[in-house]
């Protein structure tokens, strides 16, 4: 089991200010629940398809349609919140958001203000071997998504493309317990990580499936402190809305901009005013995009359209067991198991298809040597290669097979790497590939012995300056090494050495 420390946050302090401020972060990711259909209709989810072509009627507002909730999309959602040790909501409800967009036909977002379906929970981040820091998740409510309105193929004209809206969002809201941008994108990443290990979103940031609005405000030492006895905001700066954040290191550059803009602003004897903003990567800096609505400037409501939604305890207890292993679950159970540090286990877990791939390797095998193949050999190729692990060219049992010559000293470490390149780039056994090109390594001491005592023969002078100096056996070692074709067996190569030079 891993020993964790968890650590109080640690505020960034902002350089270069006439003061010391920190900062004060809350999250609310926005992540598409993957399903086929829509939140409250059968239209197609699927990526790329051609414009406006997954829409159903009441996907577009037309008169008389009435929307019809997906369960499996309320199921992923309480399976999200069950991998999250949230509370589940066996009563919610439906409210309507509304504000005009283009691209929202209905003028008007079905989403949960006053019952969401989930209510608090946890995320444990990970911030260094041995260290992880607790944030709050306030709450999880289902809603839809709207359309997308593109400005770019015409000079005069926008398009309106629908095949978004309508589909399934669950909005995960945390507490302002993020103290800085490192740890605000170590939040975001173990997040999208628990999603795809639940299969309840695929994470995609760059399709959009997940995104970030990202809160930040600034305060001075102390605040954050009696923030926390009171949970009273007052104490805590004017928080600036940063919207639709999909890159990890966006996120990081635009809490940085964002706070030094504050601190600016309020060291010159201005006040930050309450807003909705964006983030240029080019200009690195943040610009207004709309003045921060209140709930009540949306004009919330119940959905009249839908009733409350009512689960019952069991259908909640079903999907509870049915939860897969988890992140953390699976990196210790590693490291119990494999005998694999935290840092190996943390990258073989990273992704589920990653710690899929290794257990079939280590299966029966030994669980370092399999991790340090997997980890060094394979993750290395691959990543030079841009491609991951769905993409590999050698299948856990050809890896393991390698491994297996190797434990069976079939190979030596050498031969090994030969002959993975082999088995990467042509495929096949490597048992019969081992067999067919004569790559056995040699064990037969009687042939590493001949072929060492021709080479001491014909070097006395580096056998008397390696009998002064015990370091320079090397040099034979290698020559049998390179007399044999690098098929001698290194440990019997070593031994014989040993023996001769001190005979």
């Known amino acids: ?156 004209l926008s398009f309106v493309d629908l095949n978004r809206t309508g589909v399934a969002l669950m909005e995960i809201v945390s507490r302002p317990d993020i103290r800085g941008p490192e740890e605000a994108a170590a939040y975001v990443l173990k997040l999208r990580q628990i999603l795809r290990y639940l299969g309840t979103c695929d ?5 959009g499936n997940l995104r970030a609005d990202v809160n930040v405000s600034i305060c001075r030492p102390g605040q954050y402190e009696k923030y926390m006895e009171t949970q009273d905001f007052s104490h805590l700066g004017t928080r600036c809305e940063i919207k639709n954040m999909n890159s990890m290191r966006f996120i990081q550059m635009a809490i940085m901009v964002e706070a030094e803009r504050q601190i ?30 209140e709930a009540h400037d949306y004009r919330y409501f119940p959905d009249p359209d839908l009733l409350p939604l009512e689960i019952e305890q069991g259908w909640v207890d079903d999907i509870a067991k049915n939860l897969p292993e988890l992140p953390d679950q699976k990196k210790n159970r590693f490291i119990s198991d494999f005998g694999l540090s935290e840092y190996d286990a943390s990258v073989l877990t990273a992704e589920k298809e990653n710690a899929d791939y290794f257990e079939a390797v280590a299966d029966g095998r030994n669980g370092k040597l399999a991790a340090n193949w997997v980890i060094n050999e394979l993750f290395g190729r691959l990543k030079k290669e841009e491609h991951d692990i769905t993409e590999s060219p050698i299948s856990p049992t ?14 030596s470490g050498k031969i090994a790497k030969d002959l993975f390149e082999i088995v990467y780039t042509e495929g096949g056994d490597p048992a019969k590939i081992v067999e067919e090109r004569g790559m056995k390594q040699v064990t037969d001491t009687g042939a590493i012995e001949a072929a060492l005592d021709e080479i001491i023969a014909a070097n006395p002078a580096q056998v008397e300056k390696a009998q002064i100096n015990p370091k320079l056996a090397g040099w034979f070692v290698g020559q049998v090494m390179k007399a044999t074709g690098g098929k001698a067996n290194p440990k019997a190569v070593n031994e014989l050495v040993a023996k001769k030079l001190q005979g």
């Open 264 to 293: 600016k602003i309020v060291e010159a004897g201005g006040t930050v005013d309450q807003e909705t903003r964006l983030y240029d990567p080019d200009r690195n800096e943040t610009r207004s995009m709309r003045s921060k609505e």
């Open 398 to 411: 050809q890896l393991g097979g390698i491994l297996d010559l190797i434990a069976s000293d079939a190979i």
């Open 203 to 207: 994470g995609n940031m760059q399709n």
């Open 1 to 156: 089991m891993l020993d964790l420390t968890y650590e109080t946050p640690k505020p960034k302090i902002v350089a270069g200010a006439k003061h010391d401020w920190e900062l004060v972060i809350g999250m609310e990711v926005h992540a598409q629940v993957s399903s086929n259909a829509k939140l409250f209709s059968g239209a197609s989810t699927k990526f790329g398809n051609e414009p406006n072509s997954n829409v159903a009627f009441v996907d577009s507002a037309m008169p008389g349609m009435l929307p019809v909730i997906n369960e499996f999309c309320v199921e992923q959602a309480v399976r999200t919140g069950l991998g999250l040790n949230a509370e589940i909501h066996l009563k919610s409800a439906f409210d309507r958001k509304n504000y005009f967009y283009p691209d929202l036909p209905q003028g008007y977002q079905i989403s949960q203000l006053y019952e969401p379906i989930v209510g608090e929970g946890e995320i444990l981040v990970d911030m260094e071997p041995g260290v992880a820091r607790n944030v709050r998740v306030e709450r999880i409510h289902l809603e839809q998504d709207a359309g997308k309105s593109v400005h770019d193929m015409d000079p005069n």
